[in-house]
């Protein structure tokens, strides 16, 4: 359980940062959301491919814990993502008052 909740935990932490630290005059915020979406499953993949391969936790238990954790964690990261592209939304400032 904890194991299958800290791989989705990184890959939210993940795409937070990627959020947070974005250039906003780089790219269209719906690439974005897009990329952040690709690099938190990108994460999850990986990290969960190599605690599995590693044998230290039953496959089937992990694998669930893995997908409830990113499930959960990919609702609240979407509202972030969004909330945090909207327009007029530039600053963190502007986000923390939100």
């Known amino acids: 359980m904890f194991a299958g ?5 990184v890959a939210s932490l993940c795409g937070g940062l990627v959020v947070a630290l974005r250039d ?3 790219q269209p915020p719906v690439f974005v959301a897009f990329g952040v979406m690709g690099l ?6 990986l990290l969960g491919l190599a605690i599995a391969l590693t044998r230290w936790f039953s496959l ?6 893995v997908a409830i954790a990113h499930l959960v964690l990919l609702a ?3 509202r972030y993502v969004l909330g945090s592209l909207a327009p007029g939304k ?4 502007d986000l923390a008052e939100r």
Not at 5 to 9: D, P, Q, S, T
Not at 60 to 65: E, G, I, S
């Open 60 to 65: 089937a238990p992990l694998l669930v814990w």
């Open 90 to 93: 530039t600053t963190t400032e």
């Open 40 to 45: 938190r499953l990108a994460v999850v993949v």
């Open 24 to 26: 906003n005059t780089a």
């Open 76 to 78: 609240v990261d979407t």
């Open 5 to 9: 909740g800290a791989v989705a935990l």
